[in-house]
């Protein structure tokens, strides 16, 4: 199962505000990868539902982000691409067997800090978290956009979700406490400008959840967003099960 959320800063709004762009879908979308189920849903948060408490629930599908190098706040709406199934990695969201991604989410606040302030720095070297901005930054090359630098405070937000995701048997862009995204992102410290963020569970490799978000229009939105400049990886484990967090960011 996969998912995405996106949203903008009040501050950055028009007057009369953004609309927000919601499709809910008839049905649970659900497909076959790797062997498992996955569901998904996308949602763009515009500037003035950040504090509405807006979650990306499977099956809720909105708008896409813009072309590489477009604006992150253009409305429109993502069908979820199917994948031919492959070996036991996909985005389903109950066994440990089956995989699940949820639909990505984003924010955007207005500027006032410099990337390195705001924690370009290191993550992780090596291992399962820095293969996977490996791979995002493989495919971003490949649509004429700039790498992701991690982000310390982004990696922080991210793993703590993804820890909180499996310690307590859900799946969710919003916490137990009704944290949302931007919450978790403000509370690690990050200063931004625009926030997005994707979430899977049961893909047990980084190329098998990148496959996942890639074959699903709103994950790959995110990762392709020309616009963000700073990335944090979560990943925890929910028995055999991981549970992965990407949070994107662009720094005020």
């Given at each position: 199962m996969i998912a995405s959320h996106r949203a903008s800063d009040p501050a950055l709004r028009p007057a009369g505000g953004f609309p927000v762009v919601r499709?809910?879908?008839?049905?649970?979308?659900a497909?076959?990868?790797?062997?498992g189920a996955a569901y998904g849903g996308s949602r763009l948060l515009a500037s003035?539902?950040?504090a509405g408490g807006?979650?990306?629930?499977?099956?809720?599908?909105p708008p896409p982000a813009a072309a590489p190098g477009g604006d992150e706040e253009?409305?429109?709406?993502?069908?979820?691409?199917?994948?031919?199934?492959a070996a036991s990695s996909t985005p389903p969201v109950?066994?440990?067997t089956a995989p699940t991604s949820k639909a990505p989410t984003s924010t955007t606040k207005k500027p006032t800090q410099t990337g390195a302030a705001n924690g370009g720095g290191n993550t992780e070297s090596s291992g399962p978290k820095a293969e996977v901005l490996r791979i995002v930054n493989q495919e971003r090359a490949k649509a004429g956009c700039g790498p992701l630098t991690a982000s310390n405070q982004l990696a922080n937000?991210?793993?703590?979700?993804?820890?909180?995701?499996a310690a307590n048997d859900y799946f969710s862009h919003t916490s137990r406490n009704g944290d949302q995204m931007a919450d978790r992102v403000d509370a690690a410290g990050y200063k931004w400008r625009s926030l997005g963020e994707n979430i899977a569970k049961g893909q047990q490799t980084p190329a098998s959840v990148m496959q996942a978000w890639m074959n699903s229009s709103g994950h790959r939105a995110n990762i392709l967003n020309c616009g963000f400049r700073n990335i944090g990886v979560g990943l925890a484990f929910d028995g055999n099960s991981p549970v992965w967090t990407q949070n994107f960011g662009t720094p005020r």
């Open positions: 499709v809910a879908l008839a049905a649970a979308l497909l076959a990868l790797f062997g003035n539902d950040r807006n979650a990306a629930v499977a099956g809720d599908v253009t409305a429109g709406t993502f069908p979820t691409d199917s994948a031919s199934p109950a066994s440990s937000a991210a793993q703590g979700h993804s820890a909180d995701m």
